[in-house]
T-cell receptor, first 114, second 115 residues
Framework: AQSVTQPDIHITVSEGASLELRCNYS??????LFWYVQSPGQGLQLLLK??????LVQGIKGFEAEFKRSQSSFNLRKPSVHWSDAAEYFC????????????FGKGTTLSVSS | GAGVSQSPSNKVTEKGKDVELRCDPI?????LYWYRQSLGQGLEFLIY????????KSGLPSDRFSAERTGGSVSTLTIQRTQQEDSAVYLC?????????????FGPGTRLTVL
């Protein structure tokens, strides 16, 4: 069965430091992969997505992610974190009929310290 | 509208009552999805609509849950005989393109509390 694992429940990073959030997936075929962010009281916003092609994808707000098939990973990175990046981050894989349903990881809460 | 809207934003109900949650997708989006977000289970897929039909209902947790979509637009998620374990935030999303490549835009959710 398809699944997504985000090993880190909570991460604290200093403002200006780099960030990497881990995501591992289990899927039988080439996956559609996504990262979403959810700020307190806000809906889910898509940061970036991977369908095929270049394994390093750029997203909004300065985020990027790298698809590594050999490691079944799709880690999210940002070179310099801002206080406004504090939020919950979800990795997801497209599954179901033609990849329509999204299967989400449990999420990683990011705190940013000054 | 500018985005996906959901109503009500909050709903408190008593165990055993029925509730209806509404979703207005982005105009022109043919695909519509319902998810549930709870502390214990995280984000779970419930049901997917393409137009007015629901080709994937695999995530509905029990027969107390049903959903319909009319006119290829508004969708209603109905929970009958609510239970305390139904307490969660119910999220709706829509996409212009069906299938995995369609970016799903999410609404703010309806927070359901069953007393």
């Amino acid at each position: 069965a398809q699944s997504v694992t985000q090993p880190d429940i909570h991460i604290t990073v200093s403002e200006g430091a780099s960030l990497e959030l881990r995501c591992n997936y289990s899927y039988g075929a080439t996956p559609y992969l996504f990262w979403y962010v959810q700020s307190p009281g806000q809906g889910l916003q898509l940061l970036l997505k991977y369908f095929s092609g270049d394994t390093l994808v750029q997203g909004i707000k300065g985020f990027e992610a790298e698809f590594k098939r050999s490691q079944s990973s799709f880690n999210l990175r940002k070179p310099s974190v801002h206080w406004s990046d504090a939020a919950e981050y979800f990795c997801a894989v497209g599954a179901g009929q033609a990849g329509t349903a999204l299967i989400f990881g449990k999420g990683t809460t990011l705190s940013v310290s000054s | 509208g500018a985005g996906v809207s959901q109503s009500p934003s909050n709903k408190v109900t008593e165990k055993g009552k029925d509730v209806e949650l509404r979703c207005d997708p982005i105009s022109g989006h043919t695909a519509l999805y319902w998810y549930r977000q709870s502390l214990g289970q995280g984000l779970e897929f419930l049901i997917y609509f393409q137009g007015n039909s629901a080709p994937d209902k695999s995530g509905l947790p029990s027969d107390r849950f049903s959903a319909e979509r009319t006119g290829g637009s508004v969708s209603t998620l109905t929970i009958q005989r609510t239970q305390q374990e139904d307490s969660a935030v119910y999220l709706c999303a829509s996409s212009l393109v069906s299938g995995g490549r369609g970016e799903q835009f999410f609404g703010p959710g309806t927070r359901l509390t069953v007393l």
